[in-house]
C-alpha cells in the first residue's frame, strides 16, 4: 500500500463525506470517514458538524497507535471505531462508516445481509454479517467489528448492530 499525503487524504475524505450526504447514505455528520495516510496517520471526518459546513483542512490527522489528533477541529465520535480496524488491518486504507435507513434496519433487526445481485461483489463475501451489539463511540465497537470481519476472512462489510454499517477497503475510490 503506498502512502499518500495528508492533504490529499484530506481531500478524499471530504469529497467523500459530501458524496456520502448527497447519496443520502447520512443525515448532517451522522456517518464518519478515514484515509490512511501511512502506517501510522490516518485522517478522519471531523465530528459534529454537517460536512457541507467543512472544507477539507476541517478534518484532523489521527495517530493510529495513540489516537493522538491534530487539526482545526476534533475527530468524530467514531474515532474509536476507526482507530480498532485501521490498528488491526494493516491492508485496509479506507473506512466508511454510515447510517442508511436500509443498513439501519437490517442492524435493528440484527440480520445477516445475503448475497442477493451483482451489486453484493463489493462485499467480497457470501454474506455481510451482524455483530454484536456495543455502544457507539465505545472502543468495544471497534472491537466487535474487527472479530466480526475476522469471522469471514476478506468480507469488505459488517452491520454494526442497532447502528448502521461499516465498510473498509483499499481506498475510498476503489472497490
Known sequence: MSATSVEAARIAVHAASLRMVADGLVIGSSGNISQRVDERR????AGGVPYDRLTPDDHPVVEIGTGAWEGARPPTSEL???LGLMGAM???????HTHSRYAAAFAVARLD???????SLASRAERVLVT???PPGSTDLGAQA?????????????????HGVVAVGPGLDEG
Open 42 to 45: 490516518f485522517v478522519v471526518t
Open 132 to 134: 454484536t451489539y456495543a
Open 80 to 82: 474509536a471505531l476507526h
Open 146 to 162: 474487527r472479530a466480526t470481519f475476522a469471522a469471514q476472512p476478506g468480507s469488505r462489510a459488517v452491520v454494526l448492530a442497532n
Open 113 to 119: 445481509l445475503p448475497f442477493v445481485c451483482n451489486e
Open 90 to 96: 494493516s491492508d485496509v486504507a479506507a473506512i466508511v
